[in-house]
Structures are given as C-alpha cells and as structure tokens.
C-alpha cells in the first residue's frame, strides 16, 4: 500500500463551528496520519457516498440519504437549546408564515424547520420557497418568512420582530439535543486509535475556540464577543447517549415525514461490541412500496439481493401508488440531430465526428424543414432537438434556429441536453442562467436529460473525460428548474460503474428532485456496446435492465414518471418493463442518430405503441412534454 | 384468485383447466412468472440447458397451406421453392467439422414429389459424416404426410426411418389443437389426433419427442388452456416420453395473418410461466429465442423455462415471418445470455444428459462482475 492508502482522508466542512473539531487534525500528531480537506456540506457528503473519503464531518441529513453509516462517538456540532445560527425569521409571528424562504441544499436545516413549524402549528406548514441566502432574507416580509442559516444568522440577530431558534425550539419540543453534523463514515472506516485522534483534537480545538472566534470575527467583521459565546455556550460538541436519543428523534420524526430515509444512528464502537441487525430484504422493499424513502445504501442491497420478481413487484407497486389509473403515456415526436459535430470524443459515443471530417454534418433548414413536416403530418407535438458540441455553432445560430422553427410549426421544442447549455456558455463566456433565458426567449420549452451518463466523476472521468462533470450537470438542471423548465433525467450505466455508482447516480437525482421538483421523468439504458466505441461494456443483460429500472422506480420516490427505454432495449423488453415500474413507454421513434450508429435500430409506430402497452395489461394515451394526455386513455 | 392456485403450486397439486385461463388472463403477469419461477427452480435450480444444434430446412415445398406460415411454397416451380440436393444438405454439416453440432433439427415442407428413400439417405448420410450426431427430424405433421403419401403405417415410417439414422422426433406442428383453430390455420395437414397418434406411436417404439404450441394468433386463452392438456394427457398415458415443451409465436409478415399484430414479449413470457404451471409432467420448458428474440428469452429463464434451445446456426422459418432475432448464437453467446439472467449455463445433449457445466454468475440475477469481464473470465472456461 501506498503511504497515501495507509492514510485516513477526512473531510470537513469548513464553517465556523466545524472548527473546533477538525483543525486539531492538521497538527502533529494526527497530521502523520490523517489527511484532511475542506469542502461544501454537499462535497463532503459526496465524497464519502464514493468512497473518496474515509470519514466526514457532515449533515446529519446526509448521512441518513448514504445510509448505514457510523458516527464517531463523542464529537459532534450540536445544541441543547438556543443554537443562534439556525433561526426562522419574519415580520410577523411565525405560525402565521405562508411561506419560507429557504436554500434548499442545507436539508438537515430544512427538515429541522418543517417538523418544527408542523409540530408548533398542528401539521401546517409554509410553503417552501428556494433561495440564496441573501435573497432569502431580502425578500422576508407580509406573509414570507427565511429560514436563515450560518454567519447570516448571527449577522442578523435581533433585526427581525419574530426569530425562532430552531435549537431552542427542538429542544422546548423534545427536551432533547439537537446534533447538526457528525463524523461519520462506512462501517469499519476508523480504528479505536482514529476515533482518539478525533477526539484529541476536538480536546483541543475546544480550547481554541475563543482564538477561532476572534479570527472569524476579523475575517466578518461580527462582534468577537458575540462569536465567542456562539462557539462557548450555543454550540455543543459532545456525541453521547443523550444526543444520539435527539438524533435518533430527529431521524425518526424525518422519516415518518417521509423526509428522509429510516436511519438507526449507530456509532463505530457499536460493531465492536455486536453486528449491526439488516432489516430483511422484502422488510424493505414493502416499505419502499408504501412510500418510504430508501437510502443508497438500501439501494445497493436491493440491486445485489434483490430477485427479479422482488424488485418488479415493488417497482410495480410504486408505479401503482404513483399512476393508479393504469395509464402507459407516449409521445408522438422525434428526435433531431441537428450535428454530429462533436468535441468531447466521449469514448462511448459512435456518432460524433470532429470538425471537418469527411463524415461530418450539420443539418440544413431544408434537411429540418424536411423532418418537422413529417412530424408535424404524423399528429406529433414536439422535437427532441440534439447535437454534438459544435465548436463554431454561437449562441445566435440556436437563437435563429428556435425562432424559425416556433414561427414555422406547432411543435414543442425540447431541445439541447446540459452539455451543451454549458458549451454554448462557454462559447459565449455567458452563465447558464444567461444561456437558458435567452434560448427560452427564442422558443425552448423545455430540456432533454440526455448526457447525464453516470453522476460519478470517477465514473465519467474514464468514459467521457471532455464532459462536464456531474456537479455542473447537475447545476444547468437546478438553474433550468428555478426559471420553470421541465427536464428529464437520464442514466446509462453498463460501462465502468458499479452498482454503488448507480444508486449514487439516482440519489443525486432525487436529491436534486427534493430542491427543484424540475424532473419529469427518469429513463434509462444500458451502454450500447457495438461498433465505433472504444469501450469495454460492463454489466449488461436483459434482466439487469429490468432490475435497475426497478431500483431507480423504487429510489426515485420525488420523480414522478420512469420511462422504458425501448429504443434501446427493443420493443420487446420494452414493453416488458413496463410492468417493472415504468408507466411511460417513451417515444414512437422516427429516427434517432446516435443509439442507431452504435448498431441498435429499433421502430415503432404509435399503434404499435398502444398495442404493446394494452397487451401489457394497460390503457395508453398520449401525452405531451409535461406529461399532460393528449387523448383520453384507452 | 392467484393465491388459490398458488396453494395449489405450492402443495404439487395438480391444476385445472379453469386455474389455466386465470393465470393466462391474470393482469399481472410478474406475479404469474413468479409462481412458475418456484416451479422452475423447484425442478432444475438455476440450472438453465442449451445444446449446440444446427437447423437443417431441406425443402420448402409443401402441400399444405398454413395460414400462418411465410416459408412454404406450394410447388417445386413457386417462386423462392427450394430444396437442397442430398449433397447440398451434408454439405451443410461438412463444412462444420472442425467445431461440429451434437444435434441435427431438421424439419421442413411437405414435399409431394420426393421418394422417401431422399429422406432416408439425408438421414443415413449425416450418420456417415458424424456417426454419433444426433439426429433429430421432421415433425410428427411429417411423419403422418410419409405415411400418407408413400402408403405405410406411423409405426413403419418411423422404423424405416431409424433405422436410417432418426434418433427423436422435435415437436413442430402441433400448432393450436382445438378444431375450432386448427380447421381455420391448418385445415389440410395432420389433425391433432394424428399428430398425438404420430408422438403416441414414437413413444411406444421408445423414441423421445417434444411438443409445442403455436401461438398469439385467432386462438383464445382456452384454446391454449385446451392444448396444453392435450399434451399433459398424452404425457401421463405415455409415462414421459415428452421431454420439452415450446410455445411458438406466431410471426406475421408475408402469410396468411398477416393484419394481425405479432403476440408481445408480455404474451411470451405469460405463455412461458403457464406452460410451466400447467405442464407438471413435462420435464422441460423452452425459451425458443428465435421466437421470442435473445433478450426476452433471457428474461424468460426467469419466468418459468429453463432450456434455451441452442445454438441453432441457420434458422430460415421464422425469418421468412419477419423475426427479427440472428440465426444463431455462439455457445459464448448462450452462455453470457444465461449467465446475465442469474443462471448456471449447463450445456446438454439431446436427450438432457449433461455435457459440461458452466460456472454461474456471481452476483444473483446481475450480470457479471466488471472486473470478471474485464478480465474475460466467462469466456475462458470456454476456450
């Protein structure tokens, strides 16, 4: 082993009040031993979750959305009582708020809020609104509330004529703790020596914290007094029997909130003293049915245990609750390749070709004319407009392009997948809000999910090093939903991922969903493995497909349609998925480029369509890009 | 509804006629595949059997006129006729040689203007080439138009033709038993009577045969529910000789049917499981990927079979019915299809003794390991 592997690699997140925690790890002696970063809540957690850390100071809340992870005892960021910089603040009292300002992202703060406010207000609760924390507490006033978190908090106390403590009042509600974030990691990730480490250091930065506080109050410019009884006497640093009672509450409130997964917090020395109890499979595949919400790592155990028929019948049962009118949607319209132009060179991909080459294109207006009539003849109601990263395409050629074809014909334009969003802003040296209001403006109503592959850098790095990473793939879908479009969510998997990647790959996706209620659907696919790309195929087969389109039904609770993709499974299975999980059967299929370049050619046509959906044993109906039918189901 | 019959499945006990047509039309076929999956691993565990065979269609010509049918042709002189010179049909094997089929699968038309004796040297010179190939030809609807056309008993035939070399009987032909179906899509070949007398007579002269049921077209769950216990009927008087069953689906293009739609991979699989459930004396029931396609056969190794049939080579019947499955599949081929359903590959001879094992997927149900791929450990058992 590398002196780098013997390493034990430690993330934190770098707030004020983690301080006192981790920057006793930098010095000697747990410096020989510990490598330590700092990152954004969402890093940390993400790091752990792909096994790019071994422990993390991280939300509570992540911790239960990874699942079966261990906390450190002894040291964690807490309150028994007022905690000061997690306060819900308006003008008016608050069980009168009909709205709350909140960043989405920060959810153990979120659900912290909702059960608060639900519990104090018999159930009812404002209408959450996401925001930037600064917006959020500029746009306080009448009937909307903030929910304000961190230095913000501390900068505006006493500002407001109502402030509720959410430290305070957790603990007015149960009389017990509150922990915020922990150390926590997979089960066996530190030795009994890591956890002293851990707990030296916390010794020590506790004696610190009045230098942390007056270095943070230099930096902020917030009163040091102020900042020293913050890290004094608000927060609190100890993980014992009493705190983990307040956390396993807080999980358990969650999780009967349907907020989070079911957690069961369990520290490191808990394994040394006797096995963690797993909950029997069909024990969870019966709650998933029900509604409750899988960790990832329930996931995975349902992907590596699972049966086939488990795993359907579940999916099926989700897909029941979800759609209980029986109703298989389709949609009548086609995708154009506007270019096989492409950069990236991703190493899956048959279709592109560089600037240039012989074989390379770019579709005329007479060539596009050409396919929107068709379209248009067949009754169909949209094209999925999409091409390879065209490096001499700007901004005004798309532009044009929209306005021609909403000018032209009836059809919804749900056009250019995030990849290519983020390279016409870079083009443009525009942000991705920029990009996305001028093409709305121009006529696009709404974005594909294509590109998506596997959101795990690992992952990505090795089949598509060109592409945006999963972070800003997942930024353009946040920013496309905050302005209102709709997108889907997509995944291919079957190359160099692991089941462990895929079910990060839907966890990210939902937890996005949780923020943006933006995805409509999810479909995916396994890698087509043919002639042209340059990779070997992973996992594969039929029934792995049927299992991972079960899974991700089952995971993605917040999304509300699954797709099966038959274009690239074949009618056949196609049709077949659908009664494991999926209640849309996708798109008759005109033409599509890429999947077809690979070697899979696959048509249909719309009564071919409804015939496999009846045959499946449902009605069918069409639909258009929002998921609204378009024909009475039958 | 499904519990009582999954009582019934769960104590052995035998199932009627009417719990045949819930199951067929039971709208959630999973729960249907999963009662015959209990079955199915109740008799073979995950032991999943393919054989390497090669399909042989000598002649094309054939007196009969099927409505479903897109590969016969009426005369020698129709357009697209065909039928090889003995030479040509050895050939066939020949050139095979260095990596050779273990089973011939011959079936064709019902030719009026060949002597029988074409029949018996296409038998006794496969044997010549290969003496120990298994040679496994013409459909009971064959044997009952030999006896016809050239004048002899069932009995006859089939002894003429073992001892030419004939070592089992497939189970073509049998198409939909009910008269009600048959006089419609077959009205001038074997009756079901005959073909059952035709596999009744190969019993008793020891041979073993299999059956099938072709399917998706004009007939009604009954009539497939009727079928199905035609064949457990004959199966309890005979003691077994039946060795596999396989629903056949009816294929559209270029026949007599061809408006009708082709029946979809959810009927497959249904046909698949109660097959299964209703057939409790037929040891095998086949995925028949040619019918069905590789990827929905795979899924039917979950779903009540647990024989793929095999490696086929060149397959022309249900390509002219517009199937849009290869015409065959390597033994690698098989294998991975196999293992990526959760399986363990076990190829076999014609008469399911084993000829070798093959190790199982180590994930349940997923496909292989990346890493056992990478390292192409499912091929080099092979080599």
Partial sequence: MSELGEMLRVAAVGYLNARPLYEGLDRSPASSRVLLECASPREVARRVAEDEADIALMPVAAAATIGDLRLARGCAIGARGAVRSVVVVADRPIETLDELAVDLSSRTSVILARLVLRARNRGREPRLIGAEPHDAIASVGGARGALVIGDPALEIEGRFAHALDLGLAWWELTRLPFVFAAWCGRAGALSVDDERLLEAAKREGLDRREAIADAHAEQTGLPPASLRAYLREAIRYDLGDEERRGLQRFYDEAAHAGLLPRTTVRFFDDDRRAAAPTPALDTLLGRAAEGERLSAAEGERLLAQGSLFELGLAADAVRRRKHPNGVVTYIVDRNVNYTNVCTTSCRFCAFYRPLGHPESWVLSRGELAKKLQEVVDAGGVQILLQGGLHPELRIEWYEELFRWIKSEYKLGLHALSPEEILHIGNLEALDTRAVLERLRAAGLDSVPGGGAEILVDRVRRKIAKAKCTSEQWLGVMRVAHQMGLRSSATMMYGTVDTPRDRVAHLVKIRDLQDETSGFTAFFCWDFQHERGTKIEAGDHGTVLYLRQQAVARIMLDNVPHVGASWVTQGPEVGQVALRFGADDFGSVMFEENVVSSAGTTFCMNAEGMEQRIRAAGFKAARRNVRYDWLTSPS | ?383
């Fill in chain 2, 1 to 383: 509804m499904l519990e009582a019959i999954a009582d019934k499945v769960k104590r052995g006990e035998r199932l009627s006629f009417d719990d045949g047509v819930t199951l067929f039309r039971h709208p959630d076929v999973v729960a249907v595949g999963q009662l015959a999956n209990g079955v199915r691993e109740r008799l073979h565990g995950d032991r999943t059997y393919f054989n390497r065979n090669m399909r042989i269609e000598v002649t094309n010509v054939c007196v009969a006129s099927c409505l479903f049918c897109s590969f016969a042709k009426l005369e020698e002189h129709s357009p697209g006729a065909h039928t090889m010179s003995l030479a040509d049909a050895w050939r066939e094997l020949e050139v095979r040689m260095d990596d050779p089929p273990a089973e011939i699968h011959i079936v064709n038309g019902l030719h009026p203007g060949l002597p029988f004796s074409y029949y018996e040297e296409l038998l006794s010179g496969f044997k010549r080439i290969k003496p120990d190939i298994h040679m496994k030809c013409f459909t009971a609807v064959e044997i009952h138009f030999f006896a016809q056309h050239y004048g002899m008993t069932h009995t006859e035939v089939l002894e003429r033709l073992r001892r030419a070399g004939l070592d089992s009987l497939p189970g073509g032909g049998a198409e939909i038993f009910h008269p009600e179906v048959r006089t419609r899509i077959s009205h001038d070949k074997a009756t079901a009577d005959e073909y059952l007398e035709v596999h009744r007579v190969a019993h008793k002269l020891g041979m073993r045969t299999n059956t099938t049921m072709l399917y998706g077209h004009i007939e009604t769950f009954e009539h497939r529910v009727d079928h199905l216990l035609r064949i457990r009927a004959l199966q309890d008087e005979a003691g077994g000789p039946f060795q596999a069953f396989i629903p056949l689906a009816f294929h559209p293009d270029g026949n007599g049917m061809r408006n009708m739609p082709a029946p979809t991979a959810i009927d497959a699989l249904r046909t698949v499981a109660v097959s299964r459930l209703l057939l409790d004396n037929v040891p095998h029931v086949k995925a028949y990927w040619v019918s069905m396609t590789p990827e929905v056969a795979q899924i039917a190794l979950r779903f009540g079979a647990d024989d793929l049939d095999g490696t086929i080579v060149h397959e022309t019947i249900y390509k002219a019915a517009g199937s849009r499955s290869p015409s065959g599949l390597s033994v690698e081929q098989l294998v991975r299809l196999v293992q990526e359903a959760g399986r363990m590959p076990v190829e076999r001879d014609t008469f399911y003794n084993v000829v070798r094992e093959y190790p199982r997927a180590t994930l349940p149900e997923s496909a292989l390991k990346v890493r056992d791929r990478k390292a192409n450990k499912h091929l080099e058992v092979l080599s």
